[in-house]
């Protein structure tokens, strides 16, 4: 059993910061697509974007350049959680309650991922807990 608590005590902060670098990563290439045509979406009009639209790439993108480097981690998250459950909400759950039929369950993935990150931080990989040691 100590084996197991100390592999716990040791790899539950490190596999922290991958999930937060992972969701992160893979959240940017939806604020890069609205924001960059990147990766290249195959959408016409991807140029002009709508006010909310636009707001959510910048939200997406350099939100999740921000948790993808663990700067700000826990605000940072706590916002893009917000932004997904809108998302959710607005965009998803009016086609049907179920996620899987309403193509929402990306958005409420990543809206519990977030908020699990906005109460965690961002694990022992980030800036932010680079910054807190040096004090």
Do not use: C
């Not at 490190?14 to 959408?43: T, Y």
């Amino acid at each position: 059993m100590a084996d197991l608590n100390s592999l716990t005590s040791t790899w539950t902060p490190r596999l922290l910061s991958v999930l937060r670098i992972v969701a992160a990563f893979l959240f940017m290439q939806h604020g890069g697509q609205k924001l960059f045509d990147f990766p290249a979406s195959g959408q016409p009009g991807s140029g002009s974007l709508p006010p909310l639209m636009l707001v959510a790439g910048v939200l997406e993108f350099f939100g999740g350049l921000l948790l993808l480097l663990g700067i700000l981690t826990r605000p940072v998250a706590f916002i893009l959680s917000g932004q997904m459950a809108v998302a959710y909400f607005m965009s998803h759950a009016p086609q049907s309650f179920w996620p899987i039929l309403n193509r929402g369950e990306l958005a409420a993935l990543y809206s519990f991922v977030f908020l699990y990150l906005a109460a965690a931080g961002g694990g022992v990989w980030s800036l932010d807990n680079l910054w807190r040691r040096e004090r």
